[in-house]
């Protein structure tokens, strides 16, 4: 189906910036809308920011004046660039997908998540 690769994470300190990537491979007819969660240990995974295939952004209170989400159509790609760094950014970040799928006969819409990449940043 649709195979989701995420890259750019890391360990930084507070203030430095980290810049995530995420392609989107396999029988992908066309991407309705590309993001990125984020979860913390003990916490819920919640929503980052994320875009759709008209370029619309959403973005969590916390995150909107440090962070941009971007994407690239071509490459079925979207990124997101982290500045400001907080200690309370720190989570795992997974890149999220809702696409329309091509399948053997039939397309057909689904969602799909990377495996995540580890975001630390210290004080």
């Known amino acids: 189906q649709v195979q989701l690769v995420e890259s750019g994470g890391g360990s930084v300190q507070a203030g430095a910036s980290l810049r995530l990537s995420c392609r989107a491979s396999g029988t992908i007819f066309s991407i309705n809308t590309m993001g990125w969660y984020r979860q913390a240990p003990g916490k819920q995974r919640e929503l980052v920011a994320s875009i759709n295939s008209g370029g619309s952004t959403n973005y969590s209170d916390s995150v909107k004046v440090r962070f941009t989400i971007s994407r690239h159509k071509v490459a079925r790609a979207v990124y997101l660039q982290m500045n400001s760094l907080e200690p309370e950014d720190t989570a795992v970040y997974y890149c999220?997908?809702?696409?329309?799928?091509?399948?053997?006969?039939?397309?057909?819409?689904?969602?799909?998540w990377g495996q995540g990449t580890q975001v630390t940043v210290s004080s």
């Open positions: 999220h997908v809702w696409a329309v799928v091509a399948g053997p006969q039939f397309n057909y819409e689904d969602d799909f």
